[in-house]
Every structure is written in structure tokens, then in C-alpha cells.
């Protein structure tokens, strides 16, 4: 069983929202820190939001402050990034990740993530 699966990504117009889902199961369920990566083509991954799923405390990229929201329902086990004001440039594969990181860590963007899904894409047009 895969630890993390994601869902939610597909095509919006510019402006749009889409609101991507993760899974969790086994593993990832001792997991403190939950998170969201993207990776465009020819591009490094970036880190787009952290949850510190004990008290829900949050770490979000520049890029994506107040157009992006991590939240969690822990009776589904599941993580949510609600993606608002789409751009093109959030064009990118959307990654979900968990790690035993502590609170500093995870709300600074400074975790270390050891699993990870397999992603979901995420087109942007303009």
C-alpha cells in the first residue's frame, strides 16, 4: 500500500482553483509533518506548503502565500491544498510528503520529507 496517494490535479483556466487531495495510510500516519511539493519541467522541486499536523501550524512559499491553504481532516487522513488565483506558472506535478520532522522544522520549510507520492498534475493556462 502506497503511503501517500494524491488526487485533485488537472487543467483550469487562469484564476481558477483546484483543490488537490492526499491520502495518507501505514507509514505516513506517524508523520508530524505533512507537505506539498511541485516540480515544473526543467525546474528544481519546490517546497509550497507544510502542516504540522499536531495544532495545524503552517509554513507556505512566498510564491503561494494567499492563494494557496494546506489544511487536514485527520478522521479521513487526508490533506488537502485548496489552490486559488491559479497562475500559469503553478503549472507543475504536485507532490504530497510526509516526514518525522519537529515543529520548527516543519513550519519553516526546513523538514526532511522520507515519503512520498507518486504526484498529480497541475496545468495552468492563461
Known amino acids: 500500500q502506497v503511503p501517500v496517494v494524491e488526487s485533485g490535479g488537472g487543467s483550469v483556466q487562469a484564476g481558477g482553483s483546484l483543490r488537490l487531495s492526499c491520502a495518507a495510510s501505514?507509514?505516513?500516519?506517524?508523520?508530524?509533518?505533512m507537505g506539498w511539493f511541485r516540480q515544473a519541467p526543467g525546474k528544481e522541486r519546490e517546497g509550497v506548503a507544510n502542516?504540522?499536523?499536531?495544532?495545524?501550524?503552517?509554513y507556505y512559499a512566498d510564491s503561494v502565500k494567499g492563494r494557496f491553504t494546506i489544511s487536514q481532516d485527520n478522521a479521513k487522513k487526508t490533506l488537502y491544498l485548496q489552490m486559488n488565483s491559479l497562475k500559469p506558472e503553478d503549472t507543475a506535478m504536485y507532490y504530497c510528503?510526509?516526514?518525522?520532522?519537529?515543529?520548527?522544522?516543519?513550519?519553516?520549510?526546513?523538514?526532511?520529507?522520507?515519503?512520498w507520492g507518486q504526484g498529480t498534475q497541475v496545468t495552468v493556462s492563461s
Open positions: 502542516i504540522y499536523t499536531i495544532g495545524g501550524s503552517s
Open positions: 510528503a510526509a516526514g518525522k520532522a519537529n515543529v520548527w522544522q516543519c513550519i519553516t520549510g526546513r523538514a526532511p520529507f522520507d515519503i
Open positions: 501505514g507509514d505516513a500516519l506517524s508523520s508530524l509533518c
